[in-house]
């Protein structure tokens, strides 16, 4: 009998605990570090799963790419502002439904980024180049996956394409190998199996173990799942998956100890649109009238001109995060991590925009 589930069940069933743990956390432990001049840049909202636990499946957003010129120019842009990481991630696409994604990736290096990272489900990589992927200037690729089978894939992924999936890890693995690649690799186990189950399938023991090391890593199934701002619930989920009780709005107030570290991150997305985290979005109003939402960079040169036209929004904005007006999206995030004020001050007082 697996011992490990019921264990997950009776954590998952007791959530208060976390709210105590993660409230105590959000008091007296902060995020202490420099933080990294990371920039998100959304190139594709096209995604080519249904993920029962995310909220792509629901249509909210127009389906659309950026194109690789205006991607460059944010690029180039970002990189005069300061900034030294990059992460593709949408908030709700995938990166390599991009015909482009790879001339992308080197795009981004040639302007200058020094990390480059994206969450992926993996399902299109051998469709692309993947040597020239692994040399483009990459160096982390997260992939999200629910387990190697297909009967898993159809019932968490929502789509019949764990044959793609597999050649594309089979490929990946390979040619990391032969390249002596330095490029991270990172499994995200999105499913109800236990790690010690996930490796116990034949999949994993014939195509992945042996190429586990320092580079490419196994991580911990997700415990709990996000609602996305309360359109996931758990009956939409499959039996050992759950959402993740908001463990900082029912304890409001220890939300609001330190700022988040999100705040000071900008996302732009494929229609030019530029906000303050870029984690999450209010499907019910739409990305360009929540409390996140700062403007459009259509209306200026680059995205130089427009951080300047919109520094004053900026601080406010920020500004009354820290006086406890927090945004509503925040209210409803779980993603909340606090960092130390002054870790947050010596950040801000980096940005370009505020010299």
């Keep these: 009998m697996n011992v490990i589930r019921p264990l997950r069940t009776f954590i998952a069933s007791h959530q208060p605990l976390r709210v105590i743990s993660r409230s105590i956390r959000n008091v007296f432990f902060p ?24 909220n792509y499946r629901f249509g909210y957003r127009k389906k659309s790419i950026m194109n690789l010129d205006s991607f460059r120019s944010i690029a180039e842009s970002s990189i005069r502002l300061g900034y030294e990481d990059l992460s593709l991630t949408s908030m709700s696409g995938e990166l390599f439904t991009h015909e482009n994604a790879v001339q ?20 299109l990589i051998h469709k692309h180049n993947i040597e020239e992927l692994l040399t483009s200037g990459i160096t982390h690729i997260f992939i999200s996956f629910p387990g190697f089978s297909e009967k898993l894939y159809e019932q968490i992924f929502k789509v019949s394409t764990f044959s793609d999936f597999k050649k594309s890890i089979q490929m990946l693995l390979k040619t990391h190998k032969s390249l002596d690649s330095k490029v991270k ?17 034949e999949f994993y023991r014939s195509c992945i173990s042996h190429y586990i090391s320092d580079l490419v ?49 900008f996302g732009i997305l494929v229609n030019g649109d530029v906000r303050l985290c870029n984690c999450r979005y209010d499907s019910t109003i739409g990305t360009t009238k929540d409390s996140l939402y700062i403007g ?60």
């Design 296 to 355: 459009n960079i259509a209306d200026h040169n680059n995205l130089e001109s427009f951080m300047l036209a919109n520094k004053v929004k900026i601080e406010k904005m920020r500004h009354e995060y820290i006086n406890g007006n927090m945004p509503a999206l925040c209210k409803k995030c779980p993603m909340y991590t606090p960092v130390d004020f002054n870790s947050y001050f010596n950040y801000i007082k980096s940005e370009n925009i505020n010299r």
């Design 217 to 265: 890593d196994m991580d911990e199934p997700l415990y709990f799942y996000d609602t996305w701002g309360g359109d996931i619930d758990s009956s939409q989920l499959v039996e050992g998956m759950t959402v993740d009780l908001n463990p900082l709005k029912s304890i409001h107030p220890f939300k609001k100890t330190y700022p988040c570290n999100m705040m000071l991150r």
């Design 31 to 54: 995020q202490k570090r420099v933080l990294n001049r990371m920039i998100t840049v959304e190139v594709s909202t096209l995604c080519n799963a249904r993920c029962i636990f995310c």
């Design 104 to 123: 992308i990736i080197k795009a981004a290096k040639a302007a200058g980024f020094n990390g480059i990272f994206c969450f992926t489900n993996g399902i």
């Design 185 to 201: 690799i990172s499994f995200l186990p999105r499913t109800y199996l236990t790690l010690r189950e996930i490796k116990d399938s």
